[in-house]
């Protein structure tokens, strides 16, 4: 089982966070992508774009693995072999917020009242596009305690020449899953951007690749038996998730996608 399920990972030391917050979006009014997620995003972000991309390439099939398991949790069994209830759920959006009004949103805002009315105005921002991997990332690892940390040497089953791995941050005095504290979570960190760059190569690009896989990959014999190694090997073959060169790549397909957009539009502005 992954973490989602049986917790088996040591405890792991919680860093202190910078205090200095910058938001993106409240400067120039825009609203980069980043904020789609973030609501205090500090100036490390802007070189921050090789270190999430190392990360997220060596976590890619731990995070598919553990997406799939928490979405197959969330369906009934029945529903396991079929496809488009798999992608329904991979899709994740059946809690869309995108049309919600502001007094909705002010009911479920985690920062509370006496925060900064634009930092609340920017947590509406996130939750309206709590969709896809931006809500997997969110409520199937930051809020299960999912973090990238570094290895360790004594770490067993693992790769040595790995430097991240897919931890759990546990209680020192319990050993329960900790899982920071809502502000923290809307702090842009290279470990977090990680986690999300790492399902949106494999869940968001290949989610359909996935949904058709999966159901194949549940039904031959013993594929219960070991859950974890049933879905890592559909992560592997479906979404290509050791493919640390394509995933090192994603960051620069978005921006040539970007610019290519743009072009059209000043273009189009043009005629």
């Known amino acids: 089982m992954t973490f989602m399920f049986k917790a088996r990972l040591g405890a792991f030391v919680v860093a202190a966070a910078s205090n200095a917050v910058v ?9 980069r992508p980043r904020a789609t997620r973030y609501v205090f995003i500090g100036p490390e972000a802007a070189d921050s774009d090789g270190l999430v991309a190392e990360k997220a390439a060596a976590v890619a099939c731990d995070v598919c693995a553990n997406v799939l398991e928490a979405c197959l949790a969330g369906m009934d069994t029945k529903q396991w072999g079929q496809r488009e209830a798999v992608l329904h759920q991979l899709r994740a959006t059946s809690q869309d917020f995108s049309s919600a009004s502001d007094d909705e949103l002010e009911d479920i805002l985690t920062l509370p009242r006496w925060e900064r009315k634009e930092f609340r105005e920017l947590e509406k921002h996130v939750l309206r596009h709590q969709q896809g991997c931006n809500r997997h990332f969110r409520r199937e690892l930051l809020d299960t305690g999912a973090v990238v940390g570094s290895c360790g040497r004594k770490a067993s089953g693992r790769n040595p020449a790995q430097t991240w791995c ?4 546990r209680n020192l005095t319990d050993n329960t899953p900790f899982v920071q504290p809502a502000r923290e979570l809307l702090r842009f960190d290279s ?17 359909s690749e996935l949904a058709q896989a999966l159901p194949r990959m549940l039904k031959r014999p013993g594929a219960l038996v070991d859950i974890e190694a049933t879905l890592r090997e559909t992560c592997r ?3 290509d998730c050791e493919d640390s060169a394509a995933i090192n790549g994603w960051r620069e397909q978005g921006r040539r996608r970007r610019k290519k957009k743009k072009r059209g539009k000043r273009a189009d502005a043009d005629l």
């Open 23 to 31: 938001s993106e979006g409240l400067a120039d009014g825009s609203l």
């Open 191 to 207: 470990g977090r951007e990680a986690l999300y760059v790492a399902c949106e190569r494999t869940i968001g690009l290949r989610g």
């Open 166 to 169: 897919l931890e759990q941050q």
């Open 237 to 239: 073959e479906a979404a």
